[in-house]
């Protein structure tokens, strides 16, 4: 079954405690990408790769690090947690350029408290 | 950045009713793209917009690439409870999909049986 899969789903931790959400993806696509949602804002990206070893800077990327060593895998890191990541995460890709096609599929989510 | 303005922000509907919602934007738009987030999941990706004009269905659901490339609409036939859940419009403005999605905050949509 094609998917993009994130672990943990659920994530309580303590300020300042490195942590990585993992994100993989078995459809081959190039393109993938690292949103938060908050209630009244809607999903903010934080970061995206349109390849391996090609990452960019999203909308809300401070306080978060990725990673895009192999193509399927694309894990968001936070390295010193603060309380204002509390959110919901969403991993998703999508297939780019050539096709003509750009939808983007999105992970089950990641629901992360820092306290 | 680019914007969209999605409206309305929330809708509370009979079951049975049509239901349209709509997306605004000052920039222009290559592709439109219409998700529908139930409570916990991930977005699921309903309708792709590809041409201005062009109008797609799938099932119940019908959605629309403005003329000007600068609004999108999607309509939900005949409501029914589980079409209750957040749905979301989101636009690229490139051909290639080199940059970024961009999405609306939302339409809450709450079906009273």
């Known amino acids: 079954e094609a998917q993009v899969t994130q672990n943990p789903r659920y994530l309580i931790t303590v300020t300042g405690k490195k942590l990585t959400v993992t994100c993989s993806q078995n459809m081959n696509h190039e393109y993938m990408s690292w949103y938060r949602q908050d209630p009244g804002l809607g999903l903010r990206q934080i970061y995206y790769?349109?390849?391996?070893?090609?990452?960019d800077k999203g909308d809300v990327p401070e306080g978060y690090k990725v990673s895009r060593k192999e193509k399927r895998n694309f894990p968001l890191i936070l390295e010193s947690p603060s309380p204002n990541q509390t959110s919901l995460y969403f991993c998703?890709?999508?297939?780019?350029?050539?096709?003509?096609?750009?939808?983007?599929?999105f992970g089950p989510g990641t629901r992360l408290t820092v306290l | 950045g680019q914007q969209l303005n999605q409206s309305p922000q929330s809708m509370f509907i009979q079951e049975g009713e049509d239901v349209s919602m709509n997306c605004t934007s000052s920039s222009i738009f290559n592709t439109w793209l219409w998700y529908k987030q139930d409570p916990g999941e991930g977005p699921v990706l309903l309708i792709a917009?590809?041409?201005?004009?062009e109008l797609t269905s799938n099932g119940r659901l019908t959605a629309q690439f403005g003329i000007t490339r600068k609004d999108s609409f999607l309509n939900i036939s005949a409501s029914i409870p589980s079409d209750v859940g957040i749905y979301f419009c989101?636009?690229?403005?490139?051909?290639?999909?080199?940059?970024?999605?961009?999405f609306g905050k939302g339409t809450r949509l709450s079906v009273i049986a």
């Open positions: 790769s349109m390849n391996v070893e090609v990452t």
């Open positions: 917009l590809y041409k201005a004009g």
């Open positions: 998703a890709s999508s297939i780019t350029s050539g096709s003509g096609r750009h939808e983007q599929f």
């Open positions: 989101a636009g690229l403005s490139s051909h290639s999909g080199n940059t970024p999605l961009v």
